[in-house]
C-alpha cells in the first residue's frame, strides 16, 4: 500500500492550501484516512481523521473552524482544505490510512503513512 500526498508549499498569513492524500495498492472495504503533522522538535500529531464507514469525522483543537476534512471512498483519497492559515501551522502533514472501522487519533494506532508535505505559512 502506497499514499502519496500532494498539495503543500509556502503560503501567506490567513491563506488557504487544500491537501490531498490517495491511498493505492490495495482497495479497503472499511478504513479509516487521516491527517497528521509533525513540526521540527516536536511529537506528531493529528489534525483531523475520517472514516469510510458512515463518514465519521474526528476532528483537533487544532482544525476547529478552519480545517476540513473529506473523503473520496470511491478513490480512497483523503483531502484537507486549511483556511486563515498561521505561522503555527508550519509543519510536515502526514496523511496515514488505518484498516477497520474503528478510528482513532494516537498516530501509532495507523497502519499505513505517506512520506509527508511541508507546509509553511509566512507572516
Known amino acids: 500500500v502506497q499514499l502519496q500526498a500532494s498539495g503543500g508549499g509556502l503560503v501567506q498569513l490567513g491563506g488557504s492550501m487544500r491537501l490531498s492524500c490517495s491511498a493505492s495498492g490495495r482497495t479497503f472495504s472499511r478504513y479509516g484516512m487521516g491527517w497528521f503533522r509533525q513540526a521540527p522538535g516536536k511529537e506528531r500529531e493529528y489534525v483531523a481523521v475520517?472514516?469510510?464507514?458512515?463518514?465519521?469525522?474526528i476532528s483537533s483543537d487544532i482544525a476547529g473552524g478552519r480545517f476540513t476534512i473529506s473523503l473520496d471512498n470511491s478513490q480512497q483519497t483523503v483531502y484537507l482544505q486549511m483556511t486563515s492559515l498561521e505561522p503555527e501551522d508550519t509543519a510536515m502533514y502526514y496523511c496515514?490510512?488505518?484498516?477497520?472501522?474503528?478510528?482513532?487519533?494516537?498516530?501509532?494506532?495507523?497502519?499505513?503513512w505517506g512520506q509527508g508535505t511541508q507546509v509553511t505559512v509566512s507572516s
Open positions: 475520517i472514516g469510510n464507514s458512515q463518514a465519521k469525522i
Open positions: 496515514a490510512l488505518k484498516i477497520g472501522p474503528n478510528l482513532q487519533v494516537d498516530p501509532s494506532g495507523w497502519d499505513y
